[in-house]
C-alpha cells in the first residue's frame, strides 16, 4: 500500500499556517500528517521559490520523470528495431555492413 496523497490545497494550507508561526509539531499534532511530512512539503515549497536550493524543484523532479519514462520507452523502442533488423537480415540472407543505418 502506498503512501496517502494530500490534496495540493491541503499542503498549500498547512503551509501558510507553517510560515504565520505555528509550528510543525502544532500543525502535526491538529492535522494528520506526520510532522517529517509537513517538513518535507515546507522544504519543497522553499524550493519552488527559491528560497532553497538543496535539491529539485517540483518542475525539475516533474521533467526528470517525464524523461525517464521517454528514455525506458525508448530503450524499448530501440530493442524491437534491434530484433526486427536480425530477423529481415536472417529472412534476406544479408547482414548489412556495420555502421550502416
Known sequence: ???KKYPAEFRAKLIELH??????AELAQEFEPHATTITGWIAQAERD????NDGLT???KAELRRLRR?????KVE???????TAWFARETDSIPPKGSN
Open 1 to 3: 500500500m502506498g503512501r
Open 19 to 24: 510560515r504565520a508561526g505555528r509550528t510543525v
Open 49 to 52: 521559490s527559491g528560497a532553497r
Open 58 to 60: 517540483s518542475d525539475e
Open 78 to 84: 530501440r530493442e524491437i528495431l534491434a530484433k526486427a
Open 70 to 74: 521517454e528514455v525506458k520507452q525508448l
